[in-house]
């Protein structure tokens, strides 16, 4: 049977990881290398690694972190931060990496989708959204949630696929950060809407918070970052969780 | 000397790492003499079928790849391409297994592609009994359906071929090269074939 995955993420500003992580078995908590490496090992089924710094300067820092990712973690994982044309991405494809996600620059030039889906494949290519609810309409934002767009959430998702997106990574704003939970009425509405797979992110604050986003929410993935880093909660025990309550996961 | 053969695939780097992984010389290389002298041959693949048939057949690569007589790994579209025929741009392939590759057609609105962690069920003993019931990562639009040759079966709208094995010619639809440690052991399971 097809398992829901679990992926944490790490912000990686200058080839390091930010934010502080709080595992006993690292050794340096700053390398996304051996991080990684740990959640792999821990059973997190992918990983997401999202270059914030995303200048030209750090481009090669980078790319040259990708490779070391790819070899030596043995769990497909993501790559996003600064992609904005096909030619920002072979690099990154040649690094090893197995998935690249895009956001602002889609939003700025569609067609960008189309160009990496065609060229790479759409397994390649996960589009990101971030959305708020602004007077009842869930509300594309670009550049790390700080500027609105005039896109709507599922018009915009829906779009995505059409254009050739091979998963949709969806973090609702509104619950980005405060433990409360993921968004589970637009994961309902975008399941229902896509038929390709939608990641949910933002709001992941317990173990029960999974399950709700699985059952109810209908999402394919999960993914939080400061929950497993801060090691609030570790993967094992969040999985051998999920089991017990009958939902699908690789242990 | 492993030889993982070189064309345009996605997962080549992917490949190549976890063979480095596992402490196993290889070289990637298009040159017909290198794969023919190599001990074992790994056909990569992620990407689009008739585009890379295309690119075999000007290089000769796909009448050279169906003459190998040493064990030959193909994964994912390997895999596939090894097939007489692909329903993927109504495709012509290599035909080392004479079957055809299907695109899925979801019955209660399952996602395609097949994408994720799925379980393997062995039914060739190429395959350690110890995969059995563990998860293995796939990416996928396309099947080989259950056939004489499968020699693993995983479930995902309906049963299809996980694993396949004819003579020296054995295939994988997962990526071992992605599926964590069952995955390396998979890889080692071909490497022990001679």
Known sequence: ?251 | MIAVIKYNAGNIRSVAFALERLHVDFSITDNPEEIQKADKVIFPGVGEANTTMRYLKDRKLDVLIKELKQPVLGICLGMQLLCSYSEENDTPCIGVFDEQVKKFQPLQHEKVPHMGWNSLTPTHSWLDSDVANKFVYFVHSYFVPVNAYTSAITEYIQPFSAAMKKDNFYAVQFHPEKSATVGEKIIRSFLKQS
């Open chain 1, 1 to 251: 049977m097809l398992t829901k995955r679990i992926i944490p993420c790490l912000d990686i500003k200058n080839g390091r990881t930010v934010k502080g992580v709080n595992f006993v078995n690292i050794r340096d908590a700053g390398d996304p290398v051996e991080l990684g490496a740990s959640y792999a090992e821990q059973g997190a089924d992918e990983l997401v690694f999202l270059d914030i710094t995303a200048t030209n300067d750090n481009r090669k820092t980078f790319v040259e972190l990708v490779r070391d990712i790819a070899r030596h973690v043995n769990i497909p994982f993501t790559v996003g931060g600064g992609i904005s044309s096909v030619a920002d991405v072979e690099p990154l494809l040649e690094a090893g990496a197995d998935k690249i996600s895009i956001n602002s620059a889609a939003v700025r030039n569609p067609q960008l989708i189309d160009d990496l889906a065609k060229a790479f494949g759409s397994q390649f290519v996960v589009l990101a959204i971030d959305a708020r609810k602004i007077a009842n309409q869930w509300t594309v934002h670009t550049h790390g949630g700080r500027n609105p767009t005039d896109k709507k959430l599922f018009s915009w998702a829906h779009e995505g696929q059409n254009r050739g997106a091979g998963e949709i990574l969806f973090t609702s704003m509104d619950h980005d950060g405060t433990k409360q939970g993921f968004a589970i009425d637009p994961l309902v509405k975008l399941n229902e809407l896509l038929d390709i797979p939608v990641i949910a992110s933002g709001g992941a604050g317990n173990k029960e918070h999974f399950i709700h986003a699985f059952t109810l929410g209908k999402a394919d993935a999960a993914l939080a970052a400061s929950l497993f880093h801060f090691g609030e909660l570790s993967i094992p025990e969040l999985k051998s969780y999920l089991n017990g309550n009958g939902i699908p996961i690789r242990i």
